[in-house]
């Protein structure tokens, strides 16, 4: 019965997925989501357990939505910007890189 619940709740998305999301590619913890023409309406939902790494320079991005980095525990390298993005409009960029 535990397993069946368990089965159910990570089916309906109770949890963080393991897979890495559409259309970007995943490597151990490191997510590469860059250059991938994102914008704050495209970029995934959730990214996997054990992400250390997650890439999203050379995107579209004007904003991230709420809460986005908020389960990703063992994140230690969060690249947004490129050395060509002259400019961007973050709105709320609120995270924490435990260790840094």
């Known amino acids: 019965m535990t397993t069946h619940l368990l089965l159910c709740l990570l ?3 109770g949890h963080r997925s393991l897979a890495c999301p559409d259309p970007c590619s995943c490597q151990g913890g490191r997510v590469e989501c860059s250059g991938r023409s994102l914008t704050s309406g495209s ?3 959730s990214f ?7 890439r999203l320079h ?7 939505p709420n809460g986005l980095l908020d389960d990703l525990t063992s994140l230690q390298i ?6 060509r ?3 961007i409009n973050l709105k709320f960029c609120d995270f ?3 260790n840094f």
């Open 11 to 13: 089916l309906l998305g």
């Open 43 to 45: 970029m995934p939902s």
């Open 48 to 54: 996997p357990i054990g992400t250390t790494e997650l």
């Open 58 to 64: 050379d995107n579209l991005l004007s904003t991230l």
């Open 78 to 83: 969060f690249k947004l910007l490129s050395k």
């Open 85 to 87: 993005d002259s400019e």
């Open 96 to 98: 924490f890189l435990p």
